[in-house]
């Protein structure tokens, strides 16, 4: 089976596969190097890493083995409750042929009831041109900053810290409207660092969950509105993303350029869609983010900003 | 049916449009039934909103928006919005 990394250390088994429909589980052991930083001192399994979880356990799956291996889109995602260090995850797997592509849709749970529910789109990397971005994306920000936001100043503002604090830099922000923030991706990233020697290219896709993550990331950036944020500060509850599309791969060298701009807002609920572009080309489409911020609850063992976490009000 | 400049509202392609949304068979969305008992829920209720908004170019009030509460709700009020009641 081809190499693929992965931000998830740990192993994805199959427990049984009838035709199209198969389960898969995970433990999430407490050591996974994503919980380091995702939080320091609160440490929640990503959102993203749920849809790792699946696209690995997909792959063992697919009822093609030999194509449609490449994540080329999320159709949607939503996310219902926090998945913690120790949780065991199950997802139930269902394939879909559409057309040149495959679909998987997966409903996954830990042992307190649902957790996600998503769809990955599979297709070729082979068949997939690359989209041509519109020419303000290629050369510039509307909003450029004179001084870039800087890891010191993200690390301000955002609680991610190593290794998931994917964003390197902004270069733009028009508070309240749009943001661009750059991330470089390098061979030197922790998930690279079980690729073997024998691996071929395909191998050094960058994770689809990670470029949504970075994204996902400066999305934060633009709600948080370049304001300082600490402990115990407003709460960002994810929804769920829908309409995510990846053109084409990011590969070690790549310089990720994300676009986020605000589409709607609701009180204190807001959408944002926008993309990601490398040396101008396309590597990443969002229709549509949804996020809330909900005032933190005095609980001192509430502090932080958890991300993926649903709310039920 | 046709669509006209996505003017015209057809209730079943309304039902299936939303259903989508709510990650729910169009058959467990019925006129009467309230949203946040078939899996609808602040979050995804914001969504609806602008997975409509989008598709039959209207906008909602946050006013507005606290009247979606039933299926046949949300279709009379883009009905009204349509010009189509």
Same mark, same amino acid.
């Given at each position: 089976?081809?190499?693929?990394?992965?931000?998830?250390?740990?192993?994805?088994?199959?427990?049984?596969?009838?035709?199209?429909?198969?389960?898969?589980?995970?433990?999430?052991?407490?050591?996974?190097?994503?919980?380091?930083?995702?939080?320091?001192?609160?440490?929640?399994?990503?959102?993203?890493?749920?849809?790792?979880?699946?696209?690995?356990?997909?792959?063992?799956?697919?009822?093609?083995?030999?194509?449609?291996?490449?994540?080329?889109?999320?159709?949607?995602?939503?996310?219902?409750?926090?998945?913690?260090?120790?949780?065991?995850?199950?997802?139930?797997?269902?394939?879909?042929?559409?057309?040149?592509?495959?679909?998987?849709?997966?409903?996954?749970?830990?042992?307190?009831?649902?957790? %996600?529910?998503?769809?990955?789109?599979?297709?070729?990397?082979?068949?997939?041109?690359?989209? &041509?971005?519109?020419?303000?994306? %290629?050369?510039?920000?509307?909003?450029?900053? %004179?001084?870039?936001?800087?890891?010191?100043?993200?690390?301000?503002?955002?609680?991610?810290?190593?290794?998931?604090?994917?964003?390197?830099?902004?270069?733009?922000?028009?508070?309240?409207?749009?943001?661009?923030?750059?991330?470089?991706?390098?061979?030197?990233?922790?998930?690279?660092?079980?690729?073997?020697?024998?691996?071929?290219?395909?191998?050094?896709?960058?994770?689809?969950?990670?470029?949504?993550?970075?994204?996902?990331?400066?999305?934060?950036?633009?709600?948080?509105?370049?304001?300082?944020?600490?402990?115990?500060?407003?709460?960002?509850?994810?929804?769920?993303?829908?309409?995510?599309?990846?053109?084409?791969?990011?590969?070690?060298?790549?310089?990720?350029?994300?676009?986020?701009?605000?589409?709607?807002?609701?009180?204190?609920?807001?959408?944002?869609?926008?993309?990601?572009?490398?040396?101008?080309?396309?590597?990443?489409?969002?229709?549509?983010?949804?996020?809330?911020?909900?005032?933190?609850?005095?609980?001192?063992?509430?502090?932080?900003?958890? &991300?993926?976490?649903?709310?039920?009000? | 049916?046709?669509?006209?400049?996505?003017?015209?509202?057809?209730?079943?392609?309304?039902?299936?449009?939303?259903?989508?949304?709510?990650?729910?068979?169009?058959?467990?969305?019925?006129?009467?039934?309230?949203?946040?008992?078939?899996?609808?829920?602040?979050?995804?209720?914001?969504?609806?909103?602008?997975?409509?908004?989008?598709?039959?170019?209207?906008?909602?009030?946050?006013?507005?928006?606290?009247?979606?509460?039933?299926?046949?709700?949300?279709?009379?009020?883009?009905?009204?919005?349509?010009?189509?009641?």
């Amino acid at each position: 089976m081809p190499q693929a990394c992965s931000p998830v250390r740990g192993t994805v088994a199959v427990t049984h596969v009838t035709g199209p429909r198969s389960e898969i589980t995970l433990e999430v052991a407490p050591d996974e190097p994503v919980f380091r930083g995702h939080y320091p001192g609160h440490p929640i399994f990503p959102g993203v890493c749920i849809v790792d979880f699946v696209r690995r356990g997909a792959l063992l799956t697919h009822p093609e083995p030999g194509s449609a291996r490449r994540v080329t889109g999320v159709d949607r995602v939503r996310f219902l409750d926090p998945v913690r260090p120790g949780d065991r995850l199950t997802a139930q797997l269902n394939w879909r042929e559409d057309g040149a592509s495959w679909r998987c849709t997966a409903d996954v749970a830990t042992e307190r009831g649902r957790a %996600a529910r998503l769809t990955l789109l599979f297709g070729d990397a082979a068949t997939e041109k690359p989209s &041509e971005a519109p020419p303000e994306t %290629a050369a510039g920000t509307r909003a450029p900053l %004179a001084v870039p936001i800087t890891p010191a100043a993200v690390k301000q503002r955002i609680p991610h810290r190593h290794p998931m604090l994917l964003v390197d830099r902004v270069v733009g922000l028009a508070p309240e409207r749009e943001l661009t923030a750059l991330k470089a991706v390098t061979c030197n990233e922790p998930w690279y660092e079980a690729i073997t020697d024998e691996a071929d290219d395909s191998a050094y896709d960058y994770p689809a969950a990670l470029v949504i993550e970075s994204w996902c990331q400066a999305a934060s950036l633009l709600l948080s509105g370049g304001q300082p944020t600490g402990p115990g500060g407003a709460l960002l509850l994810f929804g769920g993303m829908s309409g995510v599309r990846l053109p084409r791969p990011v590969r070690p060298g790549d310089v990720m350029r994300h676009q986020v701009r605000l589409s709607r807002s609701f009180g204190d609920t807001f959408t944002f869609e926008g993309e990601s572009t490398v040396d101008g080309e396309r590597v990443l489409e969002v229709d549509q983010v949804v996020i809330a911020v909900r005032e933190p609850e005095p609980a001192p063992h509430r502090a932080g900003t958890p &991300e993926h976490v649903r709310s039920h009000p | 049916m046709t669509n006209t400049a996505g003017t015209v509202l057809d209730r079943e392609d309304l039902r299936r449009t939303v259903a989508h949304i709510l990650d729910i068979d169009p058959s467990q969305l019925t006129d009467e039934a309230r949203l946040q008992d078939v899996g609808g829920d602040s979050l995804l209720a914001l969504e609806v909103v602008v997975v409509l908004e989008k598709k039959y170019g209207v906008r909602f009030s946050e006013e507005e928006m606290k009247t979606f509460t039933t299926f046949s709700q949300t279709h009379d009020l883009l009905a009204v919005k349509l010009g189509s009641a």
